[in-house]
């Protein structure tokens, strides 16, 4: 465990909003996260970013944000450059825009689903700055977000994936025809139509028909220019299970999600309130394992780290086993299956934030003994 030697707070950045259609998920759970952390521990910097891509920073930003008001915000901008990790305000001078510092940073501590913020993009910004950062770092966020090459990972490392086919915005634009007799090859309706790379439910469409599937395609591609196309898991139980650690991960108990729509969509997720959620997952002993074994394999498949929360579905019949998807940055809402998952588990939601710093700080260690520059000694 890494413990900071000095006597003061640890000074943390908690970065929310984002670029992506998960801003709005977003700012739920960087609301959460801010709820727990120790003001006697931690000196918090609140970082939001707007959908168009400017980072702002004020004392309650978060409010700022679920207002739409940014008008008493400062800009403010992280250099990608490793002398030491700080954020500076832009002040506009009579010479111009200048940079001020506004605080050194201990740990960035990431609240950003989907694009430029769950795939390895500000994970890539923030190792160019030196930082410290919570969560996985740029290869595995970038493959856990992209649902087409985790399932290629996921299969060469023999763990149970639904079929699916990925297709090109432009095969859906060019002959929609085509594509649908494509995904027609892997079986009977109904099919599921994903954004490659999204997530909270985000453009997903269960298919029925025909017609479902040309509009479900099309729905999908308006959020990302690969679609992915799933078999859908008839009489399947949705079972969710948590993972902690770095090099030696663990698995919480599994969850099971009853969604109140037809599929665990958006709407059922945060605009409902009624899907239920069972934890522990009523499972066969064997069952459970299984899946807890999987969701490791998979954790270290993609070289993840920090925290993911594994998503899977169990046929109620055989009860075999198919992971969905593994998602680096889960939701942290109220409502969140990840943290109360790891509260069921024995781990309370201030200490499961507390971890995560923690973890966040030796991923830091480590990555220091990496030596980056090489001479050759003849």
Known sequence: MTILTSSRKTRVAVLFGGRSGEHD????????VLSVLDPAKYEVTQIGITVEGEWLNGKDAIAAFEKRDFNQLDHVVLPSEPSHSAIYVLRNTDYGETLEKLVDIDVFFPVLHGPFGEDGTIQGLLELADAAYVGAGVVGSSVGMD?????DVMRANDIPIVDSILVLRSEIEKDMNAVIEKVEKL???PFFTKPANLGSSVGISKCNSRSGL???LME??????RVLIERGVVNGREIEVSVLGNEH????VCGEVLPSREFYSYEAKYKDGTSGLVIPAQLPDDVAEQIRAYVIRAYEAIDCAGMARGDFFVEKTTSKIYLNELNTLPGFTSISMYPKLWQASGLPYPKLVDRLIELALERKTERD???HLYRSEE
């Open 220 to 225: 999908a591609a308006r959020f990302d220019r």
């Open 214 to 216: 040309g509009k479900g």
């Open 187 to 189: 079986g009977a309706y």
């Open 147 to 151: 649902k087409g090459v985790f399932k």
């Open 25 to 32: 998920v977003s700012l739920m759970s960087a609301r959460s």
């Open 369 to 371: 003994h990496t030596e």
């Open 249 to 252: 991960p663990q698995a919480s």
